[in-house]
């Protein structure tokens, strides 16, 4: 590990940052407080702060040495999930129904840790922008910030973006060129039949049978539709419909989401779905609403950004602990709107393998890694903008 002395330092300072923002959590849009916090760490460390983007959005912009040198973006989410956190630590949400079960807490942490070395340091030249973004799960905090102006405002030339991740070991980071996290969409579907006395179902047309009969069918997607180098989910999530044991419903509800990695899987999934959906509906002579909602994109990695972050982790944790071609996460996330606009890289820092995983009411940031996350930054820095 190549921690310098100076972050090393900032340990139990980063510890008493996180566990803070950690016992009060905000939603998204509502992070208030933690952009309080934010604004007023960065005024401290001297720091040009701009704020009000998407909400509750903050950006610190810190200028050294060259002015006319490149400009960067180092992003990261606030956050946090509708979870009752059940870790029972001494410094849990406050805030029922609450909770940082993903670690926003830490990367918001791990920005601010470099912001204050950078700004005691100024050993780089150009610009850099720190980007703290609101509404990463599921509000699309990311999408906002872009259309209300964020490149526009802060001219970077690339853009990068950091999760924590349980299950790598601590000291080690992985990434990959390419999609790392898939595009997620949702969609709903009111299937409708004709209702009746479930021991007369010859009188009716069986809306649960219907429903069964589409789920397995929209499986024929990934398995039949689709290149199998190309990966997609299609996940039936809920299954809403009756309210007797004696009568078949008029109606059953289904929802779920589809998950894919390319543009053309992705244009794929909705007019498969409504074939399959009106197929099987018309053989048994019932009817479908369809509803499709398209989410966030694919997160979509630059070869030469993603060169240039391996490299900055490689400083910090080793060459021999950084993984290149990690396995891409069916999971989404909204940093890809930022990739959309600017060249970047997104890369998963190791949190400790046999740990709650993100989204769990057990989930807790493993504080040790701060000031890991804290030296890439910095070593992102330092090597894309070099002192004079």
């Known amino acids: 590990m190549n921690i310098k002395p100076e972050v090393a330092a900032l340990h139990d300072e980063l510890t008493q940052w996180r ?25 401290e460390f001297g720091i040009e702060v701009h704020r009000g983007i998407a909400h509750t959005g903050v950006v610190g912009v810190l200028r050294s040495g060259d002015p006319d040198a490149e400009h960067i973006g180092l992003r990261a989410d606030m956050d946090a999930l509708p979870i009752e956190e059940q870790t029972n630590a001494e410094y849990s949400s406050r805030i029922p129904g609450k909770m940082h079960a993903c670690g926003h807490d830490g990367h918001t942490t791990m920005l601010l840790g470099a912001a204050k070395h950078l700004s005691r340091s100024g050993r780089f030249s150009g610009t850099v922008y720190f980007i703290f973004q609101p509404g990463e799960e599921s509000a699309g905090g990311g999408r906002v910030m872009v259309e209300e102006g964020l490149f526009e405002r802060f001219p970077m030339r690339s853009v990068y973006g950091m999760h924590n991740w349980p299950g790598i070991q601590t000291g080690v980071a992985a990434t990959l060129t390419g999609p790392v996290m898939a595009a997620s969409d949702t969609f709903s579907i009111t299937i409708t039949g004709k209702g009746g006395h479930a021991a007369m179902p010859h009188q009716g047309i069986d809306t649960v049978m219907v429903t069964c009969e589409a789920v397995g069918a929209l499986q024929t997607i990934a398995s039949r539709n689709c290149d199998p180098a190309d990966p997609v989910v299609v996940s039936v999530t809920q299954i809403h419909g009756g309210d007797a044991t004696n009568v078949i419903p008029q109606q059953v509800n289904i929802a779920g989401t589809a998950r894919t990695f390319s543009k053309n899987a992705r244009d794929m999934i909705e007019p498969a779905m409504r074939r399959i959906i009106n197929g099987v509906c018309a053989a048994h002579g019932a009817s479908a609403e369809f509803e499709f909602e398209r989410g966030y994109p694919a997160t979509v990695n630059s070869a030469h950004e993603t060169t240039l972050a391996a490299r900055a982790a490689a400083r910090v944790l080793g060459d021999g602990n950084v993984i290149h071609d990690m396995n891409p996460c069916m999971g989404s996330e909204d940093f890809a709107y930022m ?25 807790d940031f493993n504080d040790e890694i701060l000031p890991l996350g804290v030296s890439y930054w910095t070593a992102l820095v330092e090597d894309q903008l070099p002192a004079e």
């Not at 016992?23 to 005024?43: N, Y």
């Not at 990739?339 to 400790?352: H, N």
């Open 19 to 43: 566990r803070e923002i950690h016992a009060h959590p905000e939603l998204a849009f509502e992070e208030t407080r933690t952009s309080d916090f934010v604004a007023q760490k960065l005024e």
């Open 339 to 363: 990739l959309e606009e600017r060249p970047g890289s997104y890369i998963w820092l190791g949190a400790g393998e046999g740990r709650a995983q993100l989204h769990s009411p057990h989930y």
